[in-house]
């Protein structure tokens, strides 16, 4: 059989590797009794002479033995345990970036430290991964009694935190905290616009808990930040009166000789390209008319640094009256939320596309113009898998009790090998096979008898479900039948976990979801030591009282331990099988710790939906061949392989959405690896002038290629069309037409060089009359926000593409492939436009002081950092979409109707009934 063949294999390659690291093993060991020769001050020395060994160049490879055989030493002394045996294996194969499966109860908590401590003597930090807030925060602090006591410092990452208070739990050497947490503060990382600001210093080594839990169940769905970038709505409904007040010119100045305007204006049109330009009286009498309006002070103009989003919504609105028309580019309709909505129209094929909105403010501008409310836009700030997220990692290792049946799937999608560690002491549970009912009402009735028999005996249950509603009906046939018993389902953690510690003893019913009490595992007779430790805290009691009252606990607590033996140990009931078995042995590894006894027993009926779907025909064809009875089970090593072979059917079809979210999501991550990195540059870069300069060649070299194509010759060239656009939209004046007549032979390079030193000479002027190291920061914002804005409208357009990808089917095309085609050509349009709208501002922007100049970097910034209504998406425990709101709104201000907006007089009262102005309030133009 091939099956048992391959796990000879694998089976013996687990075996080789665990033999290697008995052999280390035996040095920790012959290491002890030095190490217990010295006193708590020389054993904490160690830290620090492991510390400078390293700094000499030493591996940690080569301090292994040493280091494991320091923190056990410390633990026994710190936390009065000693690390078993098995527990330096799993430590070792954690160390080598592997996946550790031992069982609940093996100290997986404890075992963790080994590595942790190893990997946080190089000071690059360590990063420990838990399911929930209240598991990093217990294990970081029953845990950091060893690390403090060796001289290491612990902190946790927690949500509420604020940045200060994040910035030093992630310089401390190891660092508890979520899946979640982490991916978040590394994405909000990658928003900000001051190096100081971020909270993260790199990510070196982490090992996650519970791993099959955080990279297989959440892995479903991805971290995203969403939110409302500024809101602009007042701007736009200002503008949107400012446009019609502006003439469109008629008839082109020829440039040569000024003549051909047939009626002077204020705007010219390019309707091929869709664009407006501002002729010099357009800028004039725009300027004057802003000023009257209020919206710049007066003698300001256009391309004054404040000015610069102003000059922005100014174009948008222009292009929304003039170039896009209702009914031909665009309808309006009723929206989903009642009122009115602009739908765009797809030009070629005339198809309305619902949802998508044009960018660069465009579209505001459009529902400004139709007196339509303009939608606050609530976009993907930033947004990651946890599959990406975790293979940042310069090194990445796990732990848990069931990763073997996913093995493949840790291997193939993170390179992380599964190492099977022997427990500590054999388990000692029977798990029995599945009893198969007809009918779900039967198969109620057995499990509740079979819950009923323990209790009466004394018999501690833990009765398992996968979701809340199988554990509210449990519940009621439980309260029918007057049983008594707790009910929990992962909702408080902390005092789930409290319950769960004592789910142990005598008679106790407890049904629990699968994440309920995650992270505690289940003493025979009770936790009596969580009982202890709370003795600790009662003032009542003086010290030799607390002893008494211990050690009488500690009698009774072992009664009760060999009672509960003597009855069978923990017994496991379950109502239905989990899609996954790796869920179900989870459950299952909840009896049978550190070598207990115990059962388990899974009651099942042709109704459960796995069965329904996947193996009720096989099942139920044996039923008939064995002539069975209603009432009666089916209990057969075959049912319970079928429905084995059911389960890896939905496995392998659960591992196929996560690999296809993860190839459509690999897409988006090399772009966001490349526009983080871009980031980061631009922040750590001293000087940005290298930078921008390349930028202005590439912009201009487009720009050029675009009159005067390559390897072209002089009949091709439209060098009037060049120098209109050269002095209108980038105010250069450059006379190439004159330079061309009076030079004896010029080629498309000469033109192109020309241009880009013009431009370069353009820019260095500015640059001389300010001073470089005044305009780095401005440049810096510049650069950060337009890369902002435009990966924004990118994850935008990607989201929209993958939901409309798959209809290209029907074109016979490969979904993906298009996908990562057209992804990557909207990639290069991000990059081109922001390369665009950089150099545009930095090269017309009008400057008269450095105040002005750090005043409006600082409102970039600013801009830059208000986003209102952010909110958090993360996948739940069980791998669902789970949203989490930041702030209400950005200025708890309640939003007004379209029609409020804009009837309301600059000078009236509020209408949201503020008391203030309008233009102080809903009205205040940003
Ligand atoms: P897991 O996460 O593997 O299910 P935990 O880390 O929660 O297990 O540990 C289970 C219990 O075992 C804890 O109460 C812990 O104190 C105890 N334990 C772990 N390792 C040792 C040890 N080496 N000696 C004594 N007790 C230990
Ligand atoms: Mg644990």
Request: glycine share 8%.
């Given at each position: 059989?091939?099956?048992?063949?391959?796990?000879?294999?694998?089976?013996?390659?687990?075996?080789?590797?665990?033999?290697?690291?008995?052999?280390?093993?035996?040095?920790?060991?012959?290491?002890?009794?030095?190490?217990?020769?010295?006193?708590?001050?020389?054993?904490?020395?160690?830290?620090?002479?492991?510390?400078?060994?390293?700094?000499?160049?030493?591996?940690?490879?080569?301090?292994?033995?040493?280091?494991?055989?320091?923190?056990?030493?410390?633990?026994?002394?710190?936390?009065?345990?000693?690390?078993?045996?098995?527990?330096?294996?799993?430590?070792?194969?954690?160390?080598?970036?592997?996946?550790?499966?031992?069982?609940?109860?093996?100290?997986?908590?404890?075992?963790?430290?080994?590595?942790?401590?190893?990997?946080?003597?190089?000071?690059?930090?360590?990063?420990?991964?838990?399911?929930?807030?209240?598991?990093?925060?217990?294990?970081?602090?029953?845990?950091?009694?060893?690390?403090?006591?060796?001289?290491?410092?612990?902190?946790?990452?927690?949500?509420?935190?604020?940045?200060?208070?994040?910035?030093?739990?992630?310089?401390?050497?190891?660092?508890?905290?979520?899946?979640?947490?982490?991916?978040?503060?590394?994405?909000?990382?990658?928003?900000?616009y001051?190096?100081?600001?971020?909270?993260?210093?790199?990510?070196?080594?982490?090992?996650?808990?519970?791993?099959?839990?955080?990279?297989?169940?959440?892995?479903?769905?991805?971290?995203?930040?969403?939110?409302?970038?500024?809101?602009?709505?007042?701007?736009?409904?200002?503008?949107?009166?400012?446009?019609?007040?502006?003439?469109?010119?008629?008839?082109?100045?020829?440039?040569?000789?000024?003549?051909?305007?047939?009626?002077?204006?204020?705007?010219?049109?390019?309707?091929?390209?869709?664009?407006?330009?501002?002729?010099?009286?357009?800028?004039?009498?725009?300027?004057?008319?802003?000023?009257?309006?209020?919206?710049?002070?007066?003698?300001?103009?256009?391309?004054?640094?404040?000015?610069i989003?102003?000059?922005?919504?100014?174009?948008?609105?222009?292009?929304?009256?003039?170039?896009?028309?209702?009914?031909?580019?665009?309808?309006?309709?009723?929206?989903?939320?009642?009122?009115?909505?602009?739908?765009?129209?797809?030009?070629?094929?005339?198809?309305?596309?619902?949802?998508?909105?044009?960018?660069?403010?465009?579209?505001?501008?459009?529902?400004?113009?139709?007196?339509?409310?303009?939608?606050?836009?609530?976009?993907?700030?930033?947004?990651?898998?946890?599959?990406?997220?975790?293979?940042?990692?310069?090194?990445?290792?796990?732990?848990?009790?069931?990763?073997?049946?996913?093995?493949?799937?840790?291997?193939?999608?993170?390179?992380?090998?599964?190492?099977?560690?022997?427990?500590?002491?054999?388990?000692?549970?029977?798990?029995?096979?599945?009893?198969?009912?007809?009918?779900?009402?039967?198969?109620?009735?057995?499990?509740?008898?079979?819950?009923?028999?323990?209790?009466?005996?004394?018999?501690?249950?833990?009765?398992?479900?996968?979701?809340?509603?199988?554990?509210?009906?449990?519940?009621?046939?439980?309260?029918?039948?007057?049983?008594?018993?707790?009910?929990?389902?992962?909702?408080?953690?902390?005092?789930?976990?409290?319950?769960?510690?004592?789910?142990?003893?005598?008679?106790?019913?407890?049904?629990?979801?699968?994440?309920?009490?995650?992270?505690?595992?289940?003493?025979?007779?009770?936790?009596?030591?969580?009982?202890?430790?709370?003795?600790?805290?009662?003032?009542?009691?003086?010290?030799?009282?607390?002893?008494?009252?211990?050690?009488?606990?500690?009698?009774?607590?072992?009664?009760?331990?060999?009672?509960?033996?003597?009855?069978?140990?923990?017994?496991?009931?379950?109502?239905?099988?989990?899609?996954?078995?790796?869920?179900?042995?989870?459950?299952?590894?909840?009896?049978?710790?550190?070598?207990?006894?115990?059962?388990?027993?899974?009651?099942?009926?042709?109704?459960?939906?796995?069965?329904?779907?996947?193996?009720?025909?096989?099942?139920?064809?044996?039923?008939?061949?064995?002539?069975?009875?209603?009432?009666?089970?089916?209990?057969?090593?075959?049912?319970?392989?079928?429905?084995?072979?059911?389960?890896?059917?939905?496995?392998?079809?659960?591992?196929?959405?996560?690999?296809?979210?993860?190839?459509?999501?690999?897409?988006?991550?090399d772009q966001r690896k490349v526009i983080y990195q871009q980031r980061n540059d631009i922040m750590d870069a001293a000087s940005l002038t290298g930078q921008i300069a390349s930028l202005r060649e590439g912009c201009f070299t487009d720009l050029t290629r675009q009159y005067v194509p390559v390897?072209?010759?002089?009949?091709?060239?439209?060098?009037?069309?060049l120098?209109?656009v050269l002095?209108?939209e980038w105010l250069i004046?450059l006379?190439?037409?004159?330079?061309?007549?009076?030079?004896?032979?010029?080629?498309d390079e000469d033109i192109l060089e020309k241009v880009i030193a013009a431009a370069h000479a353009v820019f260095a002027d500015k640059l001389a009359?300010i001073g470089e190291e005044n305009f780095v920061q401005f440049e810096r914002m510049v650069l950060l926000q337009s890369i902002d804005t435009h990966w924004?409208?990118h994850?935008?357009?990607?989201?929209?593409?993958?939901?409309?990808?798959?209809?290209?089917?029907?074109?016979?095309?490969?979904?993906?492939?298009?996908?990562?085609?057209?992804?990557f050509e909207l990639f290069g349009q991000l990059l081109d436009s922001a390369k665009n709208e950089v150099t545009k501002t930095l090269m017309t922007v009008?400057i008269?002081?450095?105040?002005?100049l750090?005043?409006?970097a600082?409102?970039i910034?600013?801009?830059?950092?208000?986003?209102?209504?952010?909110?958090?998406?993360?996948?739940?425990?069980?791998?669902?979409?789970?949203?989490?709101?930041?702030?209400?709104?950005?200025?708890?201000?309640?939003?007004?109707?379209?029609?409020?907006?804009?009837?309301?007089?600059?000078?009236?009262?509020?209408?949201?009934?503020?008391?203030?102005?309008?233009?102080?309030?809903?009205?205040?133009?940003?």
């Amino acid at each position: 059989m091939p099956i048992t063949f391959l796990t000879k294999i694998f089976g013996s390659r687990n075996d080789r590797l665990l033999k290697t690291y008995r052999k280390t093993i035996a040095q920790i060991n012959a290491l002890e009794p030095q190490y217990e020769k010295l006193d708590d001050a020389q054993l904490t020395a160690k830290t620090q002479e492991f510390k400078d060994r390293i700094t000499a160049g030493e591996t940690l490879d080569a301090l292994l033995a040493e280091a494991f055989a320091v923190v056990r030493e410390g633990s026994k002394r710190a936390m009065k345990m000693r690390h078993f045996d098995v527990q330096l294996l799993g430590g070792m194969s954690l160390h080598n970036g592997k996946i550790s499966e031992m069982g609940t109860g093996e100290g997986k908590t404890l075992t963790s430290t080994l590595p942790v401590y190893l990997n946080a003597l190089t000071g690059n930090g360590v990063h420990v991964v838990t399911v929930n807030d209240y598991l990093a925060s217990r294990d970081a602090r029953w845990m950091g009694k060893l690390y403090e006591f060796l001289g290491m410092t612990v902190g946790i990452n927690l949500p509420a935190m604020s940045r200060e208070e994040k910035q030093a739990a992630y310089r401390c050497d190891i660092t508890y905290g979520t899946n979640n947490e982490y991916g978040f503060d590394y994405l909000r990382d990658n928003m900000v616009y001051e190096v100081s600001d971020r909270v993260q210093r790199g990510l070196n080594f982490a090992i996650i808990d519970e791993v099959d839990s955080i990279l297989i169940d959440e892995a479903r769905t991805p971290l995203i930040i969403s939110g409302q970038a500024e809101d602009h709505t007042a701007m736009y409904i200002a503008m949107n009166t400012v446009a019609p007040e502006l003439t469109k010119q008629e008839g082109e100045a020829d440039p040569r000789t000024g003549e051909g305007v047939i009626k002077p204006g204020d705007f010219t049109l390019d309707e091929k390209t869709q664009q407006v330009f501002l002729t010099e009286q357009g800028h004039e009498n725009a300027e004057r008319i802003l000023s009257n309006l209020g919206l710049i002070p007066e003698g300001s103009t256009l391309y004054d640094p404040a000015n610069i989003t102003l000059v922005h919504h100014l174009y948008a609105a222009l292009r929304a009256s003039h170039l896009y028309h209702r009914d031909q580019h665009y309808v309006v309709q009723d929206g989903e939320s009642g009122g009115k909505e602009i739908v765009i129209v797809d030009e070629f094929t005339g198809r309305l596309m619902s949802g998508r909105r044009w960018s660069d403010g465009l579209h505001q501008a459009v529902e400004a113009k139709e007196g339509v409310q303009i939608q606050a836009e609530n976009q993907t700030l930033a947004s990651i898998t946890f599959q990406n997220y975790f293979r940042l990692y310069a090194k990445l290792a796990g732990m848990t009790g069931t990763a073997n049946t996913e093995a493949f799937e840790f291997s193939e999608i993170y390179g992380l090998e599964t190492t099977i560690i022997p427990p500590n002491r054999v388990s000692m549970r029977e798990d029995q096979l599945d009893r198969v009912y007809k009918t779900t009402r039967e198969k109620y009735e057995a499990a509740i008898k079979d819950i009923r028999e323990c209790h009466e005996r004394g018999q501690p249950v833990l009765v398992g479900t996968t979701s809340i509603e199988n554990s509210e009906i449990i519940d009621q046939l439980l309260i029918k039948e007057k049983l008594p018993h707790q009910v929990l389902n992962a909702k408080q953690h902390a005092r789930e976990a409290d319950i769960v510690a004592q789910a142990g003893k005598p008679g106790m019913i407890t049904i629990a979801t699968n994440m309920a009490g995650r992270g505690t595992d289940i003493v025979l007779g009770g936790n009596v030591e969580k009982i202890i430790e709370a003795l600790q805290a009662d003032d009542s009691m003086d010290d030799i009282a607390r002893e008494k009252e211990a050690t009488r606990l500690r009698a009774e607590w072992a009664k009760e331990h060999e009672q509960v033996k003597t009855l069978g140990g923990l017994r496991i009931i379950a109502t239905e099988r989990h899609e996954s078995r790796r869920i179900d042995n989870q459950l299952r590894g909840r009896s049978g710790r550190q070598g207990d006894n115990g059962s388990s027993r899974f009651y099942l009926s042709l109704d459960d939906p796995l069965m329904r779907i996947f193996a009720g025909e096989r099942v139920k064809s044996i039923m008939d061949r064995l002539k069975m009875p209603d009432g009666e089970a089916i209990e057969a090593g075959i049912v319970s392989r079928s429905i084995e072979s059911a389960q890896r059917k939905v496995e392998s079809r659960n591992f196929d959405t996560r690999k296809q979210l993860l190839e459509y999501d690999d897409v988006a991550n090399d772009q966001r690896k490349v526009i983080y990195q871009q980031r980061n540059d631009i922040m750590d870069a001293a000087s940005l002038t290298g930078q921008i300069a390349s930028l202005r060649e590439g912009c201009f070299t487009d720009l050029t290629r675009q009159y005067v194509p390559v390897e072209s010759v002089e009949e091709q060239w439209d060098i009037a069309g060049l120098e209109k656009v050269l002095r209108e939209e980038w105010l250069i004046d450059l006379p190439l037409a004159k330079d061309i007549e009076s030079a004896s032979a010029m080629t498309d390079e000469d033109i192109l060089e020309k241009v880009i030193a013009a431009a370069h000479a353009v820019f260095a002027d500015k640059l001389a009359q300010i001073g470089e190291e005044n305009f780095v920061q401005f440049e810096r914002m510049v650069l950060l926000q337009s890369i902002d804005t435009h990966w924004r409208e990118h994850l935008s357009a990607l989201d929209y593409l993958r939901k409309g990808i798959h209809l290209r089917g029907y074109a016979q095309k490969q979904p993906k492939q298009e996908y990562k085609r057209e992804a990557f050509e909207l990639f290069g349009q991000l990059l081109d436009s922001a390369k665009n709208e950089v150099t545009k501002t930095l090269m017309t922007v009008r400057i008269q002081s450095s105040e002005e100049l750090t005043q409006a970097a600082e409102a970039i910034e600013n801009r830059g950092e208000r986003i209102a209504n952010v909110t958090y998406t993360a996948p739940t425990e069980t791998g669902e979409e789970e949203v989490r709101i930041e702030e209400e709104t950005q200025r708890g201000l309640k939003p007004l109707t379209a029609e409020q907006m804009q009837r309301t007089g600059r000078n009236d009262p509020c209408p949201c009934g503020s008391g203030k102005k309008f233009k102080q309030c809903h009205g205040k133009l940003k």
